[in-house]
């Protein structure tokens, strides 16, 4: 363990940054995304302080609002993510970071940038749990899921800002359509909500998405490719991380005495 560790910190030390992405907005250095990841957890530590004085809110409208933002957002990102794999001949073996400043390199990079901007976005999710009081929801999963996908993606745009991580865009861009799909039709109220019977499949295909990550970056250390290794193993702990922590989710939301499941808005 203490081995993968250090071999992780020293190619992480030796890997020169993406010149195409190292200068963008909330990419250029750590310290930003850091200061913003503290914020957060401070928030959903003190979450219960913040509000003992205070009503829960109820904005229906706003939370509409936000939801169908963030699907047309993901749809879009799964979009390009396929449409310039597809126009670049990418490959799901093995597929290198192509660093030039040609048209389609500098559109995959971008879409990954813009997914990783998201990231941020996504925190109101736990702005709204709180805002409501619904304090259940802000779980060590919920909380753990947020800091760690804005900072990888970080590290995505930082250094690879293109190659195998179209993978990972695309496919939790996918499943985030349909979730804030669900999200925003449950706003509709009770009424509506009573009809989704989807939402246990929702976390099906969380676990799916997971083990597909796991799979894709397991390939590469069986092939020949000119992908870091230190990505692909982060890839690979942090998949096993969430599928442990989903997989555990999914016994205690769908078992015969709880029926909480994800999130209702």
């Given at each position: 363990?203490?081995?993968?560790?250090?071999?992780?910190?020293?190619?992480?030390?030796?890997?020169?940054?993406?010149?195409?992405?190292?200068?963008?907005?909330?990419?250029?250095?750590?310290?930003?995304?850091?200061?913003?990841?503290?914020?957060?957890?401070?928030?959903?530590?003190?979450?219960?302080?913040?509000m003992?004085?205070?009503?829960?809110?109820?904005?229906?409208?706003?939370?509409?609002?936000?939801?169908?933002?963030?699907?047309?957002?993901?749809?879009?990102?799964?979009?390009?993510?396929?449409?310039?794999?597809?126009?670049?001949?990418?490959?799901?073996?093995?597929?290198?970071?192509?660093?030039?400043?040609?048209?389609?390199?500098l559109?995959?990079?971008?879409?990954?940038?813009?997914?990783?901007?998201?990231?941020?976005?996504?925190?109101?999710?736990t702005?709204?749990?709180?805002?409501?009081?619904?304090?259940?929801?802000?779980?060590?999963?919920?909380?753990?899921?947020?800091?760690?996908?804005?900072?990888?993606?970080?590290l995505?745009?930082?250094?690879?800002?293109?190659?195998?991580?179209?993978?990972?865009?695309?496919?939790?861009?996918?499943?985030?359509?349909?979730?804030?799909?669900?999200?925003?039709?449950?706003?509709?109220?009770?009424?509506?909500?009573?009809?989704?019977?989807?939402?246990?499949?929702?976390?099906?295909?969380?676990l799916?998405?997971?083990?597909?990550?796991?799979?894709?970056?397991?390939?590469?250390?069986?092939?020949?490719?000119?992908?870091?290794?230190?990505?692909n193993?982060?890839?690979?702990?942090?998949?096993?991380?969430?599928?442990?922590?989903?997989?555990?989710?999914?016994k205690?939301?769908?078992?015969?005495?709880?029926?909480?499941?994800?999130?209702?808005?």
């Amino acid at each position: 363990m203490w081995n993968t560790v250090n071999y992780l910190l020293q190619n992480f030390h030796d890997r020169k940054p993406d010149e195409r992405t190292k200068d963008w907005f909330m990419v250029e250095g750590p310290w930003s995304v850091v200061m913003v990841l503290a914020v957060y957890l401070w928030f959903c530590v003190n979450c219960k302080k913040f509000m003992e004085k205070r009503p829960a809110f109820e904005f229906k409208k706003v939370l509409m609002a936000y939801n169908m933002v963030m699907v047309l957002v993901s749809a879009y990102t799964v979009y390009e993510c396929v449409t310039v794999a597809y126009l670049s001949g990418y490959s799901f073996v093995c597929q290198p970071v192509d660093f030039s400043n040609s048209p389609l390199a500098l559109r995959m990079a971008r879409v990954i940038w813009i997914y990783y901007l998201t990231k941020f976005v996504e925190m109101l999710d736990t702005v709204f749990f709180v805002l409501r009081k619904k304090f259940c929801q802000v779980t060590f999963l919920h909380v753990y899921h947020h800091l760690t996908m804005a900072f990888n993606g970080w590290l995505g745009v930082k250094y690879v800002g293109g190659g195998q991580v179209f993978l990972i865009c695309a496919a939790n861009s996918f499943i985030h359509v349909i979730m804030y799909l669900y999200y925003l039709l449950s706003a509709f109220g009770p009424e509506v909500r009573k009809h989704l019977w989807w939402k246990k499949y929702l976390t099906t295909l969380q676990l799916i998405q997971f083990v597909t990550i796991l799979a894709h970056s397991t390939v590469n250390f069986c092939v020949d490719c000119d992908f870091p290794d230190w990505i692909n193993i982060m890839s690979i702990f942090y998949a096993i991380s969430q599928f442990v922590l989903f997989v555990n989710f999914y016994k205690h939301a769908y078992s015969k005495t709880k029926q909480s499941g994800l999130k209702s808005q």
